[in-house]
């Protein structure tokens, strides 16, 4: 068998790329495994739960995919996660259906659909697999696993308005429905019992079952009672906020799975149903009602307004235009390009508008179902979150592997000084397994996910909200920081600071709006009046804000009769007529009448309107949109001579600038504009003029700005805006030093003959007069940090010129990364991939976003903080409540000091467990081991306390201008801890030896106290009578458990860290109070002569002894 046959991948190239492997159940190997996990007494089954690959490998052989029964899947990332799946048959044979008697023949009307060529005949069988909920059929003929429930990207534009355009018949339904699965974001709230069972199997919980039975056989009862507590409160606990969480999502998806939808069949009749019942290729038909979609739709017919705001963050309307009718064989994403989302109703938006075409009602064909539309995608990723790759837990899984060793060792000293001492068997075994579990705390996950819960709940106090707190930690290693323009440093809405009319060869003077001037009719103003893609809703004009500004600038007013208003009634045909206000100049037309619309769209940067002069019969266009896009569709002898020089004064000033056109159509207001091609009428516009729009720094973005760059924290905007706009506002918010120089990195691909170029050009200062005069130079052999280069300089480039770079000089893509500053007219796609660049050059990198453009960066960084509250914000780790990016310094304050109390908290801990390791040693050395009570104070007691108040520190105010370390094993960790250790086992030797060398040190089970009220001189004189074993005095015990217990107060101090990153140790109260208490507690223990206290924690009570205790400690230290 060959390898292939063996392995295949799902998902190939996307974000959630599988490696599958087949594998074939073993009949013996399997009874092995059943008799091992019966003579385990279930300990197999516990691993196989872990590791799910041992189960396969242990029950099964490979084979080839085609002829297993179990799959394992694994990530191609770095984690290499596993996972076991059952193949499973699905008979469509069991079906009443005609269709089915046909064998022979499709049993689906598209021959060449995968659910077609999934069928295996004449059996009339479906093999599938079932992963993180979605469903992957086998195809016999490609020898691998295909998602199902969508329909083919490969179907052209006339594909799907031929196969798909009519419906689908009742048969073909059932069919489309047996194999693609219910229409439904089903996510189960999961049972309590479930829960429970799921925590209990952590091997952090085994772990501590195991070291509780040891205890528990020795006697240790009231000790293993108090952790017991302990560790039910914590299941407890942790069990609840996952009931919570499940609940909240379930609620989220709950309202998609029972919506009413009209349907058409191909037969022509429309039934009402449950949208659980549709399926890939069905048609439904938008009526009046507002409506959330239950799944993803192409748009075949009429025109919507959709609310994207729950995927996308944005609540601004979303005009949506039906996929074009044009006859090719080109894939149909392919045909639209980046702008085939305009035709995508998704699942979860809400309709709010429609308006109906000649063709007739608006109708749309299914395209995705249940997980596979976009609202499941956002619901997967919260189920499968993504792992976190950091260095920290890397690290700690090291050291835990070098505890471990230790313990081996220590189980080895164990067996072979009980032996000698001549223990039994039984007491051998226990001894030795008490200290293994000594020398590797179970206690570490649960001390090191407390320093990220307390700082999660900090930022919960000052409005950052966090789906992954194991983000919390990666936080406080932040050194690249890139942020969104438009809403995020600047305001979101915009200021018509004035217009720019053309004429002929040249630009008119500035007309400013204000009271009472108005601009003149001409096609200029048409121009504001009429492209836009504002709408009424309930009696009020909504939409894109800049489009409120134009159109609030011309004192022109939407007819509120004839509007598109709210979906409470369908739209007639009529488009939306708008007609000058009481306060608008005299208009020789009664009003425009809009008769459709090509919507913006970010990779088009333009958008245009066929309009209707009312009053006049004549029809035009109007485009807006970016003023170089803009351009390129005029006639060039309409666009003024100094229009370059025009847009490049104002960009310079940070303003931004749209471009206006317009052009006469020779075609009649009565036509069919749906037939019209955005081509035709695209074409030998006439420039018009230019408009100008103020987009303010929001307050806190200079100063936020300011403090990160003190803090040596790299900072960076990726933007669709305009490239000079970007600039001006990079250097007004500090984002460029006044002293920095921007060079413009514009690279280009081939074109006929000639080759890919790309050239760099210092741009103009407006704070400087002309051009910098001294020169720049480059290296562009090695990469290097900007602040080390001769002459501070930053790059900034479009996202063409990025696109380029990529292609044909990605050797030079390492060095602008690492100088750039500003990537402007940068598209959803080319912002993800420019994240993912800088991650390989080892940043890690923390994405600041509000809007749709941003999701898929916010998702693809190391941190992603939304500043949108809009359901779309799951898409980022972390949403913040205030829209300004001062939630960006304080999650880099909150993720150091985290980072910082886990070093701290896992310092505490080794120390904790090496201070009792080595205790155990030596009091294994005269085969004695530390009371029950003694354990209490110092797992209890101390170290307990210790982990729950030591990281209620807060973040320190002020940012560093360096970043704590992230590593375990580096030199100064790693000196502080075993110098600690030689530190602390030295005072435990030095106690050890002295107690010994003491006159009244005695070996034997004798008193070493006084029977009656005479002299201690007496007692240690006279003859020593046996004591019971309540009055037995172990002097090497209580003089190491003393000494352990003061040390692990101290370790508690000394590591508890303060400046730079937390505060300092005297602002937790808490703790401060905690360890004053402990130590005051100790010394009362070591000087009080209570004789019941004594004689519950089994320690000596000479005076002498307390006295060695007190010196040996001093002597130590």
């Known amino acids: ?222 000790f293993s009672i108090a952790i017991i507590a302990i560790t039910v409160l914590s299941i407890i606990l942790t069990t609840f906020d996952l009931r919570r969480q499940s609940v909240k999502l379930h609620k989220l998806v709950q309202a998609n799975n029972s919506i009413k939808v009209n349907m058409c069949r191909k037969d022509g009749e429309c039934v009402e149903l449950e949208s659980q019942y549709l399926v890939p290729g069905d048609i439904i038909v938008l009526t009046g009602n507002r409506l959330f979609l239950p799944c993803d739709t192409i748009l075949l017919s009429g025109a919507c307004v959709v609310n994207e705001g729950t995927l996308t963050g944005e609540g601004i309307p979303v005009f949506k235009i039906p996929l074009p009718r044009v006859d090719n064989a080109i894939p149909w994403k392919m045909h639209t390009g980046e702008d085939y989302k305009k035709h995508i109703l998704f699942c979860g938006t809400e309709v709010i508008q429609i308006k109906p075409s000649g063709h007739g009602p608006v109708k749309a064909v299914v395209l995705r179902t249940g997980f596979n539309t976009a609202k499941g995608d956002m619901v997967r990723s919260i189920l499968y979150p993504k792992p976190v790759s950091f260095q920290l837990y890397k690290d700690v899984f090291r050291f835990i592997l070098c505890l471990l060793g230790l313990a081996l060792f220590g189980l080895i000293y164990a067996v072979i000084v009980f032996k000698m001492q001549g223990e039994s068997v039984r007491e051998i075994i226990v001894k030795a397994l008490i200290l293994c579990t000594v020398a590797v705390s179970p206690t570490l996950p649960a001390a090191l996910a407390l320093a990220v819960m307390y700082a999660n709940i900090r930022l919960k106090r000052k409005g950052i909200l966090c789906i992954s707190p194991q983000r919390i930690n990666v936080c406080g290693r932040l050194n690249l920081l890139c942020f969104d323009k438009t809403g995020t440093l600047t305001e979101d809405g915009l200021d018509l600071w004035g217009v720019i009319p053309s004429a002929g060869d040249g630009f008119l003077k500035v007309h400013k709006f204000f009271s009472g001037n108005t601009l003149l009719w001409g096609p200029l103003l048409g121009a504001m009046a009429s492209c836009h893609s504002l709408i009424v809703l309930d009696e009020k004009v909504q939409g894109d804000p800049l489009d409120m500004k134009m159109f609030e600038a011309t004192n022109w007013e939407i007819e509120v009769s004839s509007a598109l208003k709210t979906n409470q009634e369908e739209v007639s045909e009529g488009s939306l007529i708008i007609k000058p206000g009481p306060k608008a100049s005299k208009v020789p037309i009664e009003g425009i009448n809009i008769l459709h619309q090509f919507p913006f769209s970010s990779s088009m940067q333009r958008m245009s309107v066929i309009a209707e002069l009312m ?300 201070i009792q390791y080595c205790c155990l040693l030596l009091l294994y050395w005269q085969t004695k081991i530390l009371g029950m009570y003694q354990y209490l104070i110092q797992d209890v007691g101390v170290t307990f306390s210790v982990c729950l108040t030591m990281s209620l520190t807060c973040a320190y105010p002020k940012l560093a201008p360096y970043r704590p370390l992230a590593q375990l094993v580096s030199p100064p960790l790693m000196l502080s801890v075993v110098f600690n250790i030689l530190l602390n086992l030295s005072v435990q030797i030095i106690g050890f030896v002295l107690v010994q060398q003491q006159p009244w040190y005695s070996t034997t089970n004798y008193s070493a106290c006084p029977s009656d009220n005479g002299s201690l001189a007496d007692s240690i004189n006279s003859v020593y009578e046996p004591r019971t074993s309540e009055g037995y005095d172990n002097f090497e015990t209580t003089t190491l458990f003393i000494l352990t217990t003061v040390n692990f107060i101290i370790v508690a101090f000394v590591f508890s860290k303060g400046k730079p990153f937390r505060q300092p140790i005297y602002t937790n109260y808490v703790f401060l109070i905690l360890l004053t208490v402990q130590l005051a507690v100790c010394i009362f223990i070591l000087f009080a002569d209570i004789e019941d206290l004594y004689k519950r924690l089994e320690v000596s009570t000479t005076i002498q002894h307390k006295n060695m205790v007190t010196c040996a400690w001093y002597k130590g230290f």
């Open 1 to 222: 068998m060959e390898n292939t046959d063996h392995r295949a991948l799902l998902n190939q190239g996307e974000e959630n790329e599988l490696e599958v492997f087949g594998y074939r159940t073993h009949g013996c190997w399997r009874a092995l495994c059943i008799v091992g996990s019966i003579l385990s007494l279930g300990f197999l089954l516990l691993l196989f739960y872990w590791k799910p690959e041992w189960d396969v490998w242990a029950n099964c052989v490979p084979c080839a995919l085609e002829e297993a029964d179990t799959v394992l899947l694994r990530t191609t990332d770095e984690f290499k996660q596993c996972c076991k799946k059952k193949v499973k048959w699905l008979y469509l044979s069991k079906l009443s259906n005609p269709l089915t008697e046909k064998s022979k023949h499709p049993i689906i009307a598209d021959e060449n659909s995968i659910i077609n060529r999934a069928i295996m005949r004449p059996e009339l069988k479906v093999r599938y697999i079932r992963v993180q909920k979605i469903k992957y059929v086998w195809l016999s003929s490609e020898k691998e696993f295909q998602k199902v429930g969508a329909l083919e990207d490969t179907n052209s534009c006339s594909n799907i308005y031929s196969k798909f355009g009519g419906g689908l018949t009742h048969e073909e339904q059932d069919i489309r429905r047996e194999i693609c699965g219910s229409n439904a974001i089903e996510v189960e709230v999961t049972p309590i019992w479930k829960l429970l069972f799921k925590e209990v199997l952590n091997p952090f919980y085994i772990l501590q079952g195991a070291s509780l039975a040891l205890w528990l056989s020795q006697g240790y009862t009231e």
């Open 615 to 914: 009053g006049q019969d004549e029809v035009v266009t109007f485009m807006k949109g970016a003023p170089e896009k803009v351009v390129s569709f005029c006639k060039p002898e309409t666009v003024p001579n100094s229009f370059a020089k025009e847009l490049e004064h104002y960009t310079l000033q940070g303003f931004r600038v749209i471009a206006l056109a317009f052009k006469r159509l020779n075609i009649s207001g009565q036509d069919n504009m749906d037939a019209i091609m955005r081509e035709e009428v695209e074409s030998d516009l006439e420039f018009l003029g230019l408009l100008i729009m103020e987009n303010r720094l929001k307050a806190e973005t200079v100063p936020v700005l300011q403090e990160l760059s003190d803090a040596k924290l790299r900072t960076v905007m990726i933007t669709g805006d305009n490239l000079q706009t970007a600039i001006t506002v990079a250097r007004n918010s500090g984002i460029i030093p006044k002293t920095g120089q921007v060079i413009l990195v514009e690279a280009v691909g081939p074109e006929d003959s000639t080759r890919a170029s790309i050239t760099w050009q210092p741009m103009e200062d407006p704070n400087q007069n002309g051009y910098i005069s001294s020169e720049t130079f480059v290296s562009i052999e090695k990469n290097s940090d900007p602040t080390n280069e001769m002459g501070n300089y930053y790059f900034a480039m479009t996202g063409k010129s990025y696109q380029a770079i990529v292609k044909y000089f990605y050797s030079l893509l390492p060095k602008l990364l690492l100088n750039g500053a500003i990537f402007a007219r940068m598209s959803p796609n080319q912002k993800s991939d420019l994240i993912e660049e800088f991650q390989k050059l080892d940043y890690y990198v923390g994405m600041c976003g509000d809007g749709a453009n941003d999701c898929g960066a916010l998702k693809v960084a190391h941190v992603g903080i939304s500043l949108s509250e809009q359901e779309a914000s799951v898409a980022s780790p972390f949403t913040s409540k205030t829209p300004n990016i001062e939630s960006v310094t304080q999650l880099v304050k909150e993720g150091r000091a985290a980072l910082v109390t886990s070093f701290c908290v896992f310092k505490y801990i080794t120390l904790y467990s090496m």
